[in-house]
């Protein structure tokens, strides 16, 4: 008689039972025992980054640290300075030796959010600490050996990165040792009433509720029909909302506002033509979201604007001419020295966050 493989969630935050997240129960079971990388493929939303810690928590590195790095989130100098650490002098605002990321992992676990955005420039440099286990910190010419596992999530296919010469093929073959494809919300439907009651119960001893409120039929057929192009991160939302504005504990489909609002905006002198193309009103318009936008504290609101606005135009035209200075710097109609200061204030501003997102955070109570 053949062995049945029993099957169960890895974590008691991965929740479902549809046919594809079983598929993914029984690779993360087996992959996890093991010491080879591991590629996690999906779109946004579908739970990357609790597969990749329910990996390490059922792993023989469990009691080691596990370290999550977002690679779009930062600069490509600023991720270099992250993952690998630098040394006093090595660039302006270096003040002080700082251990990476890496480093930081060592016995344990990092996990690489969203790998298809690093830049040719690091993909070398990762490579090298996958094949040699090695790597030097910036500004350094100290060899620096880890014993650290890798996990690396995208949500692009690489292949196809790979095939346009975005993406490094031995870098690629060296991360999908054991590639892990999380399904979109919208083809594990039959989860979606377990997911709903998750987050019901999170969000209501969140909020304090006396009671857990009920999905009524009408609630559970309308979340059923939604394709959810934001996964279960968008789930999970839908369901806090409906928690926070619910009416003594009465949940109200109307409430769940899935609908993706459909603003037009349209030209100042009202010919109907879209506001892709009349940039006063799109400045309007960003000007109006800002003045009601949370800011930081001691920020002021002219600062928040101007300077967000003046950032995202210069790091734009920035990848525009390749990065190049000197181009950027005409398109801009901008001294290339202004360019250059402007550039490291924004890497400054970003260690700043880099230094407030390394601060431990507690592990979250999320569902996939």
């Known amino acids: 008689m053949p062995k049945i493989e029993q099957v169960s969630s890895p974590l008691h935050e991965i929740v479902g039972s549809a046919p594809a997240m079983l598929d993914v129960y029984r690779m993360v079971q087996r992959a996890a025992p093991r010491s080879a990388n591991v590629l ?12 990749a810690r329910a990996i390490h928590k059922n792993s023989v590195r469990k009691d080691g640290p596990y370290i999550r790095v977002n690679c779009g989130a930062l600069h490509e ?42 830049s040719p420039k690091l993909q070398v440099k990762l490579l090298r600490v996958l094949q040699e286990r090695e790597f030097e910190r910036v500004g350094e010419s100290r060899t620096i050996r880890v014993d650290v596992r890798v996990i690396a999530a995208t949500n692009a296919m690489l292949e196809e990165l790979v095939d346009r010469g975005e993406f490094r093929e031995d870098l690629y073959y060296r991360l999908n040792v054991v590639p892990i494809l999380l399904p979109p919300l919208r083809d594990r439907r039959e989860d979606i009433p ?20 009920e999905l009524t039929d009408d609630l559970l ?3 059923k029909a ?15 909302r409906l928690v926070v504005l619910s009416d003594n504990g009465e949940l109200a489909a109307d409430l769940l506002r899935l609908d993706r609002p459909r603003v037009v905006l349209r030209s100042a002198k009202g010919n109907g033509n879209h506001a892709g193309t009349d940039v006063p ?11 009601v ?21 210069i790091e734009e035209v920035m990848r525009q001419c390749d990065n190049v200075k000197v181009t950027a710097a005409d398109r801009l109609g901008i001294n290339r020295n202004t360019l250059h200061k402007k550039l490291e204030g924004y890497e400054q501003e970003d260690r700043k966050l880099a230094e407030v997102l390394a601060e431990p955070v507690p592990a979250e109570s999320r569902a996939v």
């Open 40 to 51: 996690l493929i999906g779109e946004t939303g579908t739970g990357k980054e609790v597969i």
């Open 281 to 291: 009103s799109l400045i309007r318009t960003l000007v109006r979201a800002g003045i």
């Open 293 to 313: 936008a949370p800011r930081p504290g001691g920020v002021g609101l002219a600062d928040f604007l101007v300077g967000g606005l003046e950032r995202a135009l």
């Open 226 to 240: 939604h394709d959810w192009p934001g996964n279960v991160r968008e789930l999970e939302n839908a369901i806090e």
């Open 77 to 118: 100098n600023l991720l270099e300075s992250e993952l690998f650490g630098h040394v006093k002098g090595a660039f302006t605002g270096a003040i002080e030796n700082k251990a990476g990321r890496f480093e930081a992992a060592h016995g344990g676990t990092i996990f690489l959010d969203e790998i298809n955005s690093m």
């Open 221 to 223: 057929a309308t979340l």
């Open 194 to 213: 377990l997911l709903a009651e998750f987050f019901l119960k999170k969000f209501s001893e969140q909020n304090r509720l006396p009671l857990v409120p």
